[in-house]
């Protein structure tokens, strides 16, 4: 029986398993941990600094040594159920070499938090940051958004909050339905009105900074349209932004273009921050 756009349970849970469809993909996460511990005790920095009460609520602050820099907020993916902050510091290599500051956001993961409660930490961290850096020596008024994954879909969120100044999103998911009617669904409990409710691509604000949504040309055809579903939303009513195809990237080489200092996404987050 077709659930969604013509596709039946195993072919809706097919289209969103990014894990099977990424040949080595549990080896690529091991060398983003290993990759992430080495940069921490390199860079320093604050470690699991509350913004919410949480106790998944947790940030690592790492600094780029410079007064008055621009921060990067980072939300990492695993579709709002698995990983963790402490495997995503790797993303801040390129951030730093530009002198931009990074934020590496944990949230609470399902099951032991709906996503009505993951959306509210994301929008949480954002306005903590807003508040706060100051007192860190980094500008306040350059905070800027990034994610990957489920970490795109808390990046789309945050970009309502008047602190973010602009934001990445990477291979994204921007309407939930799909995802409540496939295997993600079964940690998730989403229902309708929530899935709605957490949709982006149902809820563009009123204003917001420049998006840049961006996905791989080598990803699966149902992240491929819900990246184009949305920077197509998002520009048609108005808003600055701009759609990335990333030629020959996979799901996870798609972050890479974000982490390496010859990425796309560094680029593209080097003009931003301008």
């Known amino acids: 029986m ?6 039946d349970r195993p072919a809706l849970d097919a289209a969103y398993n990014n894990s099977a469809a990424v040949a080595g993909s549990a080896g690529i996460v091991a060398d983003w941990q290993r990759r992430s511990a080495a940069l921490r005790a390199r860079i320093g920095g604050y ?9 998944g609520a947790r940030l690592d602050f790492l600094p780029a040594g410079r007064d008055g820099a621009p921060t990067l907020l980072f939300f990492h993916g695993g579709y709002w159920q698995r990983n963790t902050k402490d495997g995503f510091s790797f993303v801040a290599e390129a951030a730093l070499a530009l002198g931009i500051n990074v934020a590496v956001a944990g949230y609470t993961l399902a099951p032991a938090a709906r996503m009505d409660a993951i959306a ?6 954002a306005a903590w940051l807003g508040a ?6 980094a500008d306040p008024g350059r905070l800027f958004a990034a994610g990957w994954s489920a970490g795109a879909h808390l990046t789309a969120l945050a970009m309502g909050e008047g602190a973010v100044r602009g934001g990445i999103a990477i291979s994204g998911i921007y309407d939930l339905e799909p995802i409540r009617l496939n295997y993600l669904n079964d940690k998730l409990g989403l229902d309708a009105a929530e899935a709605r409710r957490n949709s982006p691509l149902l809820h563009l604000p009123a204003r917001a900074g420049r998006l840049i949504v961006a996905v791989g040309s080598a990803e699966l055809p149902e992240l491929r349209r819900q990246s184009r579903d949305y920077a197509e939303a998002w520009c048609g009513r108005g808003l600055p932004g701009t759609f990335q195809e990333l030629a020959g990237c996979h799901h996870y080489a798609a972050l890479e273009q974000l982490a390496r200092p010859d990425g796309a996404l560094a680029g593209a987050l080097a003009a931003l921050v301008r």
Do not use: F
């Open 120 to 125: 509210a930490e994301a929008r949480a961290a």
């Open 132 to 137: 706060h850096l100051g007192d860190w020596g």
């Open 2 to 7: 077709a659930l969604y756009r013509g596709m």
């Open 47 to 55: 470690r699991d600094v509350a913004y919410a009460a949480a106790p």
